[in-house]
């Protein structure tokens, strides 16, 4: 996230989108601390707070319910329901505490954005979609002090606001947790406005910013698919960094010296001793790798793992359907990001932009908390 937010603060990326597939409390506490909730889903359907963008007492949000409705909650006291049997619900305590009034009004499609307004103005709240009414209650508050949202029981809801703190920092919370569904954030983004799409697993430890702009330019090149870092911790890259003198033989294991192609050191995400001699490596020679001048490889033919790539969108999109694949012992259809990356030609290693990846599940044995440490010690340079 340092590397992340300081592109973000420079404006050399647009939106950071976080997708959550864990359910551990403290990695979920960390994400709500840093970023915005856009996508909710039945994994956590308590209401959590977000902060959107709010002029003259009024913001505006887009709302998108896929299954049941999608909750928004004003002030702790006015709590309204979208799109449940295609039908807007507005539930508030009346006067005496006693009842609730509930409130209706019907043909709210689902299945697509709508952008509804919330205004107060002189204790009465109005919510409007499409220059259509659809609530005009009188209230107690003026002003709006807090907002929520969560999502239906077996539903998964979409939300788009601007932000107004953590801003282009999005969270995307997931209906499942394992890897057969991760094709959940890749089918949203066939969709979503973007020009180039940066897919970053979350141990990436170092991003060299000074080059990021250099990563940018060859990815628009239209005879481009897939472009990967030179990824420190990746079989690819290994190959490649000793071919060309970046990781002297010295420090290798003799698996990895003298291979005539990346597909004989694949293996390599096994090996956490080795792993760690490289990291270490980096860490006390990285001049000579963020300086390096190798020339951009074509990866035809390899098998990359994605720890960490770009794509542009039109690409991205024609290219979408290749990556289902039938698993029979499941029984179901699942996205399979690293045949996506086998399938397709023209994939590049883009060898003078270096991030790092901190260490595949079989090597978190020797890559521990210990190495991270001297990742957390370098400063970014720019």
Known sequence: MLYLET????????????????SISNDVQYFESISNI???????NEYREIFPKIYNKRFIIGIKSTKGGSYVLINDKYEFIFNLNNTVYAMFANKNKNEVDIKKCFKISKDKFLLYTFE???F???ITVKKKVLFNLKIEDNNFSSVKVHSDKHSENYWHYEEMKNRNIKLFDTEFRDRYHWYEAYKYYLTYDYEILLKMDDDIVYIDINRFDDYIFFIRNDKINIALPNLINHAVSLFYNNKYGLIPSIILNKT????????????????GKQAEIIHKYFINNINKFIN????????NGQLPSICAFGIKKKNFVKYYKKTFIKRARFNIISFDDERYVHTLKNNYLFPKFICVHYHFGPQAKEINEKMFIYYKSLKINI
């Open 256 to 271: 990895y010296i003298n291979r005539n192609t990346s597909l004989e050191v694949y293996d390599y995400y096994k090996d």
């Open 124 to 126: 009465t709240l109005l």
């Open 292 to 299: 390096n001048k190798i020339e951009p490889i074509n990866l």
């Open 38 to 44: 856009h996508k909710s889903s039945s994994q956590f």
């Open 120 to 122: 107060i103005n002189n």
């Open 7 to 22: 592109l973000l603060n420079k404006k050399k990326i647009d939106e950071i989108h976080l997708w959550q597939f864990t």
